[in-house]
């Protein structure tokens, strides 16, 4: 068989075999990967990856090998979740590093980071000052939660005694210019109704719209496909070439 063809063929198998894995270990993002779950994808990727251009060797035993590091990865977080001592062993513990506005240096020590690590990670949680800060945790997936001081926590509406309404969440009823009936129907709205609201705005068709979003407070968002925004400030400094 052709070369060109079997690594075609292989590679249709290795990306649909990684989609159902991937499916099935989860949803976490990258920011919240711990080292372990990190070291099974990169495992499983450069598994699917020989499995594609390896003609050396025949594509079975990689494909067992694909399943087999996957299957012990969905085995390992279902027992993490189960026995709690199984997953702090396996994806480790928060770390308290400063403690009353104090350094900790020797737990420092112990995850083996630089206080110039600790301080870019505070950084970015736009803390400059450790001043403010009562409580910082180093999560098991490397980032960093922060207790501020009292003088340093924002006022709230519940501090003043100030009444506010409820905050929900939007739904989307228009999606790339496709009206989402079954989103419709769960505030007991229709396309007529939405049809109306639509020309309030001036917009004569869905077509016209690249989102729209309804809550059940009823507020109502619309992006149009057509933005008319003049004089757009270009907040990059690379002029080319692409």
Known sequence: MNEGLVVALRSVIAFFSLLIFARI???QQISQLTFFDYVLGITIGSTASTLTTDLSSRAWPHWVGLF???????MMEKI?????YVGKYIDGEPTIVIADGKILEGELKKIEY????ILQLLRNKEIFDLNQVKFAILESNGQISILKKAEYQP??????NISVSP???GTEIIYDGIIVDQNLKQFNKNRKWLMKELKKQGIKDASEVFLATLDSSGNFYIDKY???IK???DIGDYKGPY
């Open 25 to 27: 270990l989860g949803k």
């Open 231 to 233: 004089n757009l400030v």
């Open 80 to 84: 993490a979740m189960k026995w709690r």
């Open 114 to 117: 630089r206080i110039s690590d």
């Open 226 to 228: 057509a933005d008319h």
């Open 68 to 74: 087999i590091w996957a299957v012990l990865g969905y």
């Open 155 to 160: 006022l709230t509406p519940k501090d003043m």
């Open 167 to 169: 905050v929900d969440m």
